[in-house]
């Protein structure tokens, strides 16, 4: 697969968002933290929650030689007393909220057959309630005029995909949350967008959807013939935070190489489904 090319991490102005404050969920690796990153390498102060200590910990030490403060915090999302305390942390420490990024996912493939009343719950419990979570324990916070949301969503929300049946309604979920917010927030000066990355290289995501002996034919029927960088999911959301983004609320931006052109055998997850069921 054609690698993807060196990527400073901001293609903006550095200081852009001096002063600001973001809180990223699920931000202590992959394409969160490369979101939390990107935010940090703008000037922002940036908190990311994760579940696990040592991630945080170690994502916060990443950010904090790329921005000016980075705080890990412990939460599961589906935890709502968990999240709400983690969101006061970040606010009481570094004041009202401007950015807040609601990333955290999980994801496995299964097709609907072998599913489980509780995988699926699973899933959909940490992507959309997860969401919800993350976004209602942080209006409070939230500085208002001028704040930015962004929710992760995923091309499974618009187009099926083999195995993918709990992640998909999740995601379709996140993308009618994400309107229903932008619509009610929206008189309070607060935008809320999704964010929907395509096959991104190194990634949990692409570890468990992707089987390593699929992804260069993959790649290659993306029209961008290569998998995306989290650098580059991270470029798309500061444009969805910042004010360039100003009169945009309520829509989806898909960062994905064009996969969601692609027909549908382009798309991972149909090799991991059994025959049987295809
Ligand atoms: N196929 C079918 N069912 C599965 C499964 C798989 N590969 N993996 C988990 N499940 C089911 C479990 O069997 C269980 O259902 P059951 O009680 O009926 O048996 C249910 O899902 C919950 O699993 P559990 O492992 O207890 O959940 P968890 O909360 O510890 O972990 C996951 C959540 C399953 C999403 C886990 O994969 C995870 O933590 N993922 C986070 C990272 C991630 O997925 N990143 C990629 C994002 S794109």
């Known amino acids: 697969m054609t690698p993807c090319p060196d990527h400073p991490l901001t293609t903006y102005r550095p200081g852009l968002f001096a002063g600001r404050n973001a809180v990223v969920a699920g931000g202590t690796s ?30 916060a030490s990443a950010l904090r030689e790329i921005g000016p403060e980075a705080l890990p915090l412990i939460a599961d999302v589906r935890d709502f007393a968990a999240i709400d305390a983690a969101m006061a942390q970040a606010a009481k420490r570094f004041g009202p909220l401007d950015f807040v990024v609601a990333g955290a996912a999980g994801n496995f493939i299964a097709a609907a057959d072998s599913l ?33 949301l962004i929710a992760i969503s995923s091309g499974q929300a618009f187009q099926p995909m083999w195995g993918q049946v709990h992640a998909s309604a999740a995601k379709a979920g996140i993308e009618s949350l994400v309107r229903t917010l932008a619509l009610e927030w929206g008189p309070a000066g607060i935008r809320v967008n999704s964010l929907s990355p395509g096959p991104i290289a190194a990634t949990e995501g692409v570890k468990r959807l992707v089987p390593q002996s699929r992804v260069d034919a993959i790649a290659r029927r993306l029209p961008i013939r290569r998998f995306g960088s989290a650098e580059e999911v991270g470029n798309a959301a500061v444009f969805l935070l910042s004010p360039a983004a100003s009169f945009v609320t309520g829509m989806t931006l898909f ?3 064009g996969m969601m052109l692609t027909p549908y055998d382009g798309q991972p997850g149909a090799d991991l489904v059994p025959e049987t069921v295809r």
């Open 30 to 59: 992959g394409i969160n933290l490369g979101i939390a990153k990107a935010i940090a390498a703008c000037g922002a102060k940036v908190a990311v929650i994760g579940r696990n200590g040592e991630k945080a910990e170690h994502a």
């Open 255 to 257: 960062c994905d190489g």
């Open 116 to 148: 489980s009343s509780n995988g699926f719950r699973t899933v959909t419990d940490i992507d959309l309630l997860g969401a919800f979570h993350t976004f209602k324990t942080a209006r409070p916070w939230l500085r208002e005029e001028g704040s930015s």
